[in-house]
């Protein structure tokens, strides 16, 4: 919710932060009043408009969709480089995902790629995922983030944040926790 926060500041969508701070301090442990679904809802309404709905048939969701896989394939391919299984996960479970474990941590990533994709869509009048759409899109892995004080290219965020998080599973050391941040 903060990156989602950041990104609505980001791109001068302010209206809509403070129901999004409200649902922060509202979470409670496990999330079982759904803090982040309906942070989600509003931000995806504020950064996409009023009209915009997850997984309809549409451009956006197209060009999300796309960028998502690209990152849930290099979380799964460190996941496996790691020596950890990508379909046995923490909070996604389901017999029939190979990537249950990549779903959980791609979490964090999912504003940095609704941004990139809104800064692209800002440019492009496309209905369809064209070739030429595809070709900007696949490019998401070397946006530039920050992690650890330092600028780093997704790609490279990703192993170094699934290193500290498998460390953290591993030996229970929370100072190992750290998320990206915008540039």
Known sequence: ?????????????????????????????????????????????????????????????????????IIRSKIAQEIVANGYNPSLGIFHRSEYNSYNLSDDFIEVFRPIVDLYV???????????????????????????????????KIRNCITLFLQNMFNFLELGDLEKIMFPTLK
């Open 1 to 69: 919710i903060l990156l989602q926060i950041d990104v609505l500041n980001k791109i001068g969508k302010t209206e809509k932060i403070n129901i999004l701070e409200k649902y922060i301090e509202e979470l409670e442990k496990g999330d079982i009043t759904n803090r982040e679904g309906l942070a989600s809802r509003t931000y995806f309404k504020e950064i996409f408009g009023e009209n915009f709905k997850r997984f309809e048939p549409d451009i956006i969701n197209y060009c999300i969709n796309y960028c998502y896989q």
């Open 118 to 152: 809104y800064n692209i869509l800002l440019y492009n009048e496309e209905e369809y995922l064209t070739p030429e759409l595809k070709e900007k899109m696949s490019n998401i892995l070397n946006q530039i983030v920050i992690f650890n004080k330092s600028e780093q």
